[in-house]
């Protein structure tokens, strides 16, 4: 028997394989997160993520330049400050590192590029915790994430990152309501144009493990109690479903090629943008490989954001933001 169909015939050359393929990549579909830490002097290398840096506010300048310059879409600031507190208090702190950061960089880069900001409290809180804690007991042990009153707090948050310039409020925190509740204060305030980015589906991952360095984490516990269970599907489209009706302009899912199911059931119903996350660990994973000779770093990356693409995001969040933009 001699094949009549042959799907070969589409791979026989570079040409005709660039012709046919189903999914591009554009240097506008990539997010670069980046990292800014109050009280430094120089730019701190984080160990677990080769080339990624803890910024000064100079350095940072310069990586969103270098950013906007290779055509990536936008920038995602995460603020890493030096006084931490119960309460996350530099959070909403005009003069908080985050919302300083975001200040210098919007005003400089104009129209290149969409500066975006982390709205969580992990970050400024004594704990780690995404939000304000409850105790329920006498028992230590039982830390509770109090949902409504962490509202107020990224209630506060959102006004002040609105005020320092940013365009796009990633709302990371997993608090029931979330998108509401800032929707309704943004827009009470004058904000009706800052838009909105749910990370509607994200999981309790263990991939996060190197952002804990980036970010000098001091997280006792962990995040079960509000991020998702990474057994549960369906769960991803519900959380979904509900930020878009509490007026997310974006919905994500976070991580990426370990949640390629549920991007997919997102892509296949959201009327809005569906974004992806491929998270520190995600890339420590081909950092590591590359770094050990075992697989080939430029084409694992490559691989692996077209693979989230083709999965259904709209747009990739990547620590390798820049340099692949620079290279496609
Ligand atoms: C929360 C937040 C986290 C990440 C992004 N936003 C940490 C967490 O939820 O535990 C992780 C990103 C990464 O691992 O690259 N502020």
């Not at 990586?63 to 890493?80: I, S």
């Not at 991939?207 to 984490?217: I, N």
């Amino acid at each position: 028997m001699i094949p009549t169909v042959r799907p070969r015939r589409l791979r026989t050359s570079r040409a005709m394989r660039r012709l046919t393929a189903e999914t591009r990549l554009h240097a506008a579909d990539l997010v670069l997160p980046l990292f800014v830490r109050e009280g430094i002097a120089e730019p701190q290398a984080i160990s677990s993520m080769p080339g990624v840096h803890q910024h000064t506010l100079d350095s940072l300048r310069r990586a969103v330049a270098d950013a906007a310059e290779a055509g990536v879409g936008g920038v995602m600031l995460f603020g890493v400050p030096e006084v931490r507190d119960a309460v996350g208090s530099a959070a909403d702190d005009p003069d908080g590192i985050l919302n300083v950061a975001t200040r210098a960089v919007a005003e400089e880069v104009g129209d290149a590029l969409v500066v975006q900001t982390d709205l969580c409290l992990d970050e400024f809180t004594d704990h780690g915790h995404c939000g304000v804690l409850r105790v329920t007991s006498s028992d230590s042990d039982q830390i509770v994430v109090d949902n409504d009153a962490t509202l107020e707090r990224y209630r506060d948050m959102a006004l002040a990152q609105a005020a320092a310039g940013s365009a796009l409020l990633g709302l990371s925190g997993m608090m029931d309501g979330q998108v509401a509740s800032v929707r309704d204060t943004l827009d009470a305030n004058g904000f009706s144009d800052t838009a909105i980015l749910a990370y509607s589906a994200k999981y309790a991952s263990a991939f996060y493990g190197p952002f804990r360095e980036a970010v000098d984490s001091q997280l006792v516990g962990d995040r079960r109690t509000y991020q998702q269970d990474p057994a549960n599907r369906r769960e991803g489209l519900r959380e979904a479903e509900l930020d878009l009706a509490e007026g997310a302009d974006i919905v994500m899912v976070k991580p990426a090629m370990s949640y390629l199911d549920v991007l997919a059931d997102v892509a296949a119903v959201s009327p809005v943008p569906v974004w992806a996350y491929q998270v520190s660990g995600e890339a420590a994973m081909i950092e590591a490989a590359a770094a050990n000779g075992w697989i080939d770093r430029e084409r694992a990356i490559e691989e692996a954001v077209v693979s989230i693409k083709r999965a259904g995001a709209d747009t990739v969040l990547t620590y390798f933001a820049t340099e692949l933009a620079r290279r496609i």
